[in-house]
Nanobody, 126 residues
Framework: QVQLEESGGGLVQAGGSLRLSCAAS????????MAWFRQPPGKEREFVAA????????YYADSVKGRFTMSRDNAKNLVYLQMNSLKPEDTAVYYC???????????????????WGQGTRVTVSS
């Protein structure tokens, strides 16, 4: 199996920054892509960003383009989400996710991902 553990969440003021980390362990070699999702209070879990371990393209939700950056350290099985210019509407529990290879992979779909972390909470005050 693959285990994912997020860290780096916390309370920040609007306009501030946070960097989330996701540490992957277990059968990481079998995974093909990584993603970040978030779940605001009272809302459905939504797509934030995704990339392939060996890919050159990163996909972002329109709501975070220009503010969030997803990156990775393949040698350490780490993925990051740098969040800048945070807004109160960014308040959510942020989840790291991983997917095994699929020819039909769709970056934005929750069902594309088989492995999920426990989440880390981000609160942005106004």
């Amino acid at each position: 199996q693959v285990q994912l553990e997020e860290s780096g969440g916390g309370l920040v003021q609007a306009g501030g920054s946070l960097r989330l980390s996701c540490a992957a362990s277990g059968r990481v070699f079998s995974t093909y892509s990584m993603a970040w999702f978030r779940q605001p209070p009272g809302k459905e879990r939504e797509f934030v960003a995704a990339t392939r371990w060996t890919g050159t393209t990163t996909y972002y939700a329109d709501s975070v383009k220009g503010r969030f950056t997803m990156s990775r350290d393949n040698a350490k099985n780490l993925v990051y989400l740098q969040m800048n210019s945070l807004k109160p509407e960014d308040t959510a529990v942020y989840y790291c996710a991983a997917a095994d290879y699929s020819s039909t992979w769709s970056p934005m779909r929750r069902m594309s991902y088989s492995y999920w972390g426990q989440g880390t909470r981000v609160t942005v005050s106004s």
